[in-house]
Structures are given as structure tokens and as C-alpha cells.
């Protein structure tokens, strides 16, 4: 691999468990980490150990079950979380704590009821305090998305001088342009002094469909490191999802930029965590969707049937899935016909293949799709067997 790596912080134990009715026990939650481990993601964000004992008690037994990635607890900018986190993670190998107050207007005033200044401080005592703990201390600016940059710098530059080695920019509700957030991660870089201490993290949520292309934006103006989860579960409309932002940095060697995961892992993890959380990944869903590599109409088949590049830009075993699926809708052609048919073990001429086509389509006007058992009936209809 050539190029700059840019760490994959996988948040879909904590963010993306936050969703409504995805609630894992905890040997789901080890079962999820152990695959995220395989998978190759450089930190696991294991929970919020605050929160319940339960989640306290995952973020322990992952961190037990773990040891190649980073494992990462939640806290907010509170004395109590940030013990709790530091006891959750003893026996991790490689802990950090994620630690962090919100920074735009209208958290500070709605939220905090303080003044900027208190934040700074605040943020500072938490990171001073979480260092107190662990070497590796991540900062999170939440609702950074909607925080003046000027402001947003100087917190950054409190929270590094107070410790921090990952500073977190997330756009918390989902509402910046590609470029704008790209510009944001731009001006921290340009900004912050002792930047290149730290690295520039990319949180971004999904509201207007623009997670992924946020954190893109991100990591091309100098962000080290991508959080995400799988399948882009998370809050309301979700977080940026993980084998989006991977496979985009693979399909595009051009842009010099890496990630250690096993792609071959991505499409059996999206129907593990889909499984687990009882959340299914909707069928247009890039990468992982069951639609993402089949073929339904006439044009497309034929040219897929002639070669796989005319339709396709990612090799579906480079993620798991096994083949291409040609599809057989009132859309298709007798390309595609024949092709299936003969993977079933009719070689039809071109004369029965006009005779079938015909039947063909009278089925499929009926039905929204013609499987195998359908093509064996036609066959019977018109009187044809396997060669
Ligand atoms: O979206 C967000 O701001 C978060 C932080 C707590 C990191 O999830
Ligand atoms: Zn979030």
C-alpha cells in the first residue's frame, strides 16, 4: 500500500448502537468486536460506559476480547464519566478515552448555559483529567459542524495543549456541504498550532445524505482518521458508513490514501451487524445492499454478459459477495435469458430462443421476478430439456 493511511475508527457499538430497537447484549457486542477486529478497523469504539451498567460492562469484556485495535470508551467532559471509562478500559491493551463538550452556539447556550471561555476551560480539565488515565485521549467538539472556525481552533488548541492526541470534528447533526466541512478541516490544519501533534478526526452524520462525502472532504484536506460504523447505523438518519468510505479510497488509488481493512470481511459483517441489531440494510444500499451487484435491466445484462466492466466499478468478491446476480424482470433481454438458462443447463438455439423469449415474457409481466423453477417450467411448455 502506498500513500498516507487513514485510520478507521469504527463507532458501531456506541454511535451506531444508539439507534432505537438495536440494543445488543453484551456477548453480541463481543461477538461484533472480535469481527471488527478481523476485519481490520484501528479503533473500536466499544460504548459509553456511563451510561448503564450494562454498557460498562461490554466495554470491559471487549476490551478484554480484543487486542490489535485501539479500544475507545465514551465520557462526556464530567469527572465521573471520565473515571468510569478509565475503569471500563483497564484491562485493554491499547485504551483511549473520548472525551468532549459541545462547541457551537447553540449548544453552549441551550445545553451549557455558559460562556465560550468556561468551555475552553471545561474542555481542558477533561482532557487534563482522562490524561490523568491513559496516554491516548480523543477530543470531540460536538455540533463542530456548526461552530465558528475561529472558535472551533482555539478549543482544538486548548485541547492538544492539554493532552489531547486526537482531536474529533464532528458534524454532529448532519448539515455541512462537502465543502464547507472539507474547508473546515482545511482551516484546523491551517490554524491550530501543535496540529501536527494530533490527528484530525471526521464524525459525520447523515441528515442530508452527505455523510460520506463529508468525511471524503475530510480526509482529502489533511483528517487522519474516518469514524464510521457498519451499515451507517446511527442516530436519526445515521452515521457515515464504513464500507462507503473504504471502498472509495480503494476504487480510487489516485488519491493516495489507505486503509487497513479486509474487504472481503465488509458483506458478511453488514449481515452480521444487520442480523444482531435486527436492523435490515436497505436493498440500494451501496456496497452491502442486496441490489448493489444485480443487473435487471436488458441493456445492463447484455453488456454485463459481455464483460463484467461495463456496469460494474468493484469486483463483488473484493467485498464478500460471491457473484453478480443477472436478474430476470419483464426489462431483461434474451441475452440475459439465454444466460440464465444456460447456467441451468438449457443450450438454446436461436429459433428456441425466440419461441421461449416469447412465453418469457408473459411470465414476467405477470411476476416481478422469474426465477429458476419458472425458466424449468417454460421449458416444459415448450417442450425443451437440459442439453
Ligand atoms: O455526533 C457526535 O457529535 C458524537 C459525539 C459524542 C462524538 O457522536
Ligand atoms: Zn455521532
Known sequence: MTGRKIQIFDTTLRDGEQVPGCKLNTPEKVEIAKNLERLGVDVIEAGFPISSPGDFNSVMEIAKAVTEPIVCGLSRAVPKDIETAAEALKFAKRP??????????????????????????????????????????????????????????????????????????????????????????????????????????????????????????????????????????????????????????????????????????????????????????????????????????????????KNRETYEIIDPKDVGVDESLIVLTARSGRAALAYRAQNIGYSLSKEELDIVYAHFLKIADRKKEVHDIDIHELMKIVNISIA
Open 96 to 305: 483511549r478515552i473520548h472525551t468532549g463538550i459541545g462547541t457551537s452556539d447553540s449548544h453552549i447556550k441551550y445545553k451549557f448555559n455558559a460562556t465560550r471561555e468556561e468551555i475552553i476551560e471545561r474542555a481542558m480539565a477533561a482532557v487534563k483529567y482522562a490524561k490523568s488515565f491513559v496516554e491516548d485521549v480523543e477530543f470531540y467538539a460536538e455540533d463542530a459542524g456548526r461552530t465558528d472556525n475561529e472558535f472551533l481552533a482555539r478549543v482544538c488548541e486548548a485541547a492538544i495543549k492539554a493532552g489531547a492526541t486526537v482531536l474529533n470534528i464532528p458534524d454532529t447533526t448532519g448539515y455541512c456541504l462537502p465543502h464547507e466541512y472539507g474547508e473546515k478541516i482545511k482551516f484546523l490544519k491551517e490554524n491550530v498550532k501543535g496540529i501536527d501533534k494530533a490527528i484530525l478526526s471526521t464524525h459525520c452524520h447523515n441528515d442530508l445524505g452527505l455523510a460520506t462525502a463529508n468525511s471524503i472532504a475530510g480526509v482529502l484536506n489533511g483528517a487522519g482518521q474516518i469514524e464510521c460504523t457498519i451499515n451507517g447505523i446511527g442516530e436519526r438518519a445515521g452515521n457515515t458508513s464504513l464500507e462507503e468510505v473504504v471502498m472509495i479510497m480503494r476504487q480510487h488509488p489516485y488519491l493516495n490514501l489507505y486503509t487497513g481493512v479486509n474487504t472481503p470481511m465488509l458483506y458478511p459483517i453488514s449481515q452480521l451487524v444487520s442480523e444482531r441489531m435486527q436492523m435490515f440494510v436497505q436493498p440500494n444500499k451501496a456496497i452491502v445492499g442486496s441490489n448493489a451487484f444485480a443487473h435487471s435491466s436488458g441493456i445492463h445484462q447484455d453488456g454485463m454478459i
